[in-house]
């Protein structure tokens, strides 16, 4: 490479590093003392922070301007802003507020109008709040803005420095809010705890408050929501019956929508279920709480944050039209394991495998043409089913109560009828049913069939109307009910599934 060549070089650094120093300058030229500015944080020592603006000049800021209630909360890279105190060609100083060396006036002014913070000092309580003294100018706060609780003994603020925002500015008039100041500090924390928070984190946070849904938990200036179904596997009637406020609580992030946050304790525990249905076998015998009823069954805790169901079907030997007829809320019954099922983590219990089996005496019982009396326990569209003896039920078909002329109804519910047993069906658990003296079926009155054809139109000329879709009380119900009719395997036009 030539000499030449290496000059030129050389003079394009240098007239390069000239541009560079020029446009800082420029930068510098466009600043003024008052002027807001953002920057990063390239150390911190005890007293002193060093930012960078991307300026010639070294940019300082005080580490007790920057103290929030005592603590220094900033970190080397965090952003931090001020506005500017003091410029010269060596040096920018940034603070967070103004104070009474930093001017005069004309610069509290000049504070108002750009929403910059200031240092006051109180002085004494007036009528209404307190004096305050700012750039060496009287001021005003309001007892109201003096904080977001302010205390009882107004005495207790004499003497203190504090930052304010100026909310009024006239020539002899300055009004102070150091509550404002506070909310707009809070703000700009709370958005950028917001900004850092993901779902699945792990956070410790303080309980807040308390509602009658859950908890609110203080997670560095944020609220989020911990719903009582998500305090524990275990169920929890009341929020204070496990929490209360200040305490202290490990939460994980499940859901976040905008600045609203919903945590979770229940995510980072052991889920008891996993262990039980390991423990658990069929055919055990188990001591249960019934916790809640539904049309299908009652769900029953096993142990604490394991649940099963016990169906309908399966209480009693004996006809029952809800659980509640057999059973109580809160109290504890003996049932059970007729069916574990791990891939759902679902398990079936039933009180009616435990009580007498009447069927096992049956034949020792009735036999078929065997005449009886029994009580109507029910009227549809099948026809009668009358109990005999407890757990024993047969059904009157209606076809027979029709040719037998009997007048029965809902209203029959309850008396006493004499029939006889025309079949008993021993591997169904089935009893069918007659009317005493039962005439003789006559052909030529029977009606004569529908052709298909006419049925087909008659059917068909008829708009079909639009089954109704109900909401489901939850997901978990709506599951235990699919996995409860997968489990009768009973159609629903038998007349016996009821029995």
Known sequence: ??????????????????????????????????????????????????????????????????????????????????FIVKMSDQEIIISKSLNASHGNKKLLKEAFDKKIPVKGKVTQTVKGGFSVEVLGIRGFCPISQIGFAPSSDMTAYIGNTYDFEIIEFERNNIILSRKAFAQKTNDDKRTKRL?????????????ARLASFGAFIDIDGIEGLLHISEFSWERIEKPEDMLHIGDEVQV????????????????????????????????????????????FGSFVEIKPGVEGLI??????????????????????????????????QKIS??????????????????????????????????????????????????????????KLSPKSIGTTLAVKITQIDLDNR?????????????????????????????????????RKS?????????????????YQGVPEDNPFSKL
């Open 1 to 82: 490479m030539t000499d030449s060549t290496n000059e030129k070089n050389i003079q394009e650094t240098e007239d390069f590093g000239a541009m560079l120093e020029q446009s800082l300058n420029q930068a510098n030229f466009k600043l003024k003392k008052g002027d807001v500015v953002e920057g990063k944080i390239v150390s911190i020592n005890d007293s002193i922070i060093n930012i960078s603006l991307g300026l010639k000049q070294d940019v300082f800021a005080e580490v007790g301007d920057y103290l929030n209630d005592g603590k220094f909360e900033y970190a080397i890279g965090d952003t931090i802003k001020g």
């Open 195 to 207: 900004e850092e928070i993901e779902i699945g984190n792990i956070i410790d946070g303080k309980v």
């Open 252 to 295: 994980q992030v499940i859901r976040r929508e905008g600045d609203k946050v919903s945590l979770s304790m229940r995510a980072i525990q052991t889920n008891p279920m996993t262990a039980a249905i390991e423990e658990i076998h069929e055919g055990d015998i188990v001591n249960c709480k019934i916790l809640r009823h539904e049309k």
């Open 311 to 344: 169906p309908l079907s399966l209480m009693s030997s004996r006809r029952i039209k809800h659980p509640s007829d057999v059973l109580e809320l809160d109290s504890t019954v003996e049932a059970k394991i007729v069916r574990v099922d791990k891939a759902t």
């Open 349 to 406: 219990l039933s009180i009616r495998d435990l009580e007498p089996n009447p069927w096992e005496s049956i034949e020792h019982l009735y036999q078929e043409n065997q005449e009886v009396e029994g009580t109507i326990e029910s009227v549809n569209a099948h026809g009668a089913f009358i109990k005999l003896s407890e757990g024993i039920v047969g059904l009157l078909p209606k076809s027979k109560i029709a040719r037998a002329q009997l």
């Open 430 to 466: 089935r009893i069918s049913l007659e009317p005493l003296n039962m005439p003789e079926w006559d052909e030529s009155k029977a009606p004569a069939p529908r052709e298909q054809k006419d049925h087909r139109e008659q059917r068909d000329s008829k708009p079909r109307r639009e």
């Open 470 to 486: 109900f909401e489901p009380k939850s997901d978990k119900e709506e599951e235990w009910k699919k996995y409860n009719s997968s």
